[in-house]
């Protein structure tokens, strides 16, 4: 379980994230959604200790991340929004450097690997140089790096982007899978269709606070909108679309 508690962080006098409290539960996948600029992305970097809040607590599975913060990264997976491939290396030895970073013993590397390029299809490019792999391919060699020390709390950032219909169909049964297994997956996303058929909630971040919390049925009964993405707009006020 991922618990954050009124985070804030300022970039000079821009106050990019102002206050934002909100949990993602085990068991369920929570949607992070915001327009450009609200906040998301910084909120997403603070909760994996990319960078520090200026105030607030954010806690995994119960560890406060500023006091422990290498812990809190051993429990937490996390699929960046830059995914960050060394190039040079085919994606079995992707999987595998980062499984010796978490300090995997070699069998338990071998055993992992092999569930994670099994699970995601990956066989014929677990041995490639991930040079030249499509946007499909480096995202399921990053999310088999994230997962490969079988963290139970699951952070992606837009993990669809740029996927086609069959790699986003792939990786959204995938993510019901880690659900299935009772893991935390937070996700965030700007693709309506996608939240509304795997979110349990969604968090929505306007202005750097949080504007709602709540399931998407619930989203949809406050607002009066049968459709997600118009309950999501009038929720942030504003119709200049949806964010990356």
Do not use: W
Not at 159 to 180: C, E, I, S, W
Not at 194 to 210: F, P, T, Y
Not at 232 to 244: N, P, R
């Amino acid at each position: 379980m991922i618990e954050v508690r009124d985070l804030h962080k300022a970039f000079g006098a821009v106050k990019a994230v102002d206050g934002v409290s909100f949990t993602a539960r085990d068991g369920e996948i929570t949607g992070l959604l915001g327009p450009n600029g609200a906040g998301k992305t910084t909120t997403l970097r603070m909760l994996y200790t990319l960078m520090a809040p200026d105030r607030g607590q954010v806690l995994v599975d119960g560890i406060d991340a500023a006091v422990d913060p290498l812990r809190v990264r051993r429990e937490l997976g996390v699929l960046p929004d830059a995914r960050g491939l060394y190039k040079r290396l085919t994606a079995r030895e992707n999987i595998e450097y980062f499984g010796r970073l978490h300090g995997l013993p070699e069998d338990l590397l071998a055993s992992r690997r092999d569930s994670l390029i099994k699970a995601l299809e990956m066989g014929d490019i677990a041995d490639r140089r991930t040079e030249g792999f499509s946007q499909g391919q480096r995202v399921k060699t990053a999310i088999a790096r994230a997962l490969v020390h079988d963290p139970r709390n699951v952070i992606l950032d837009e993990p669809t982007n740029g996927l086609d219909v069959m790699a986003t169909r792939a990786l959204r049964q995938f993510m019901t899978g880690l659900k299935a297994e009772g893991r935390c997956v937070l996700f965030s996303s700007h693709i309506m269709q996608e939240v509304a058929a795997l979110c349990d909630r969604i968090v929505v971040i306007a202005h750097g606070r949080v504007v709602a919390d709540e399931s998407p049925d619930a989203l949809r009964a406050q607002t009066g909108e049968n459709n997600l993405e118009d309950a999501f707009v009038k929720i942030i006020g504003s119709d200049e679309g949806l964010a990356a």
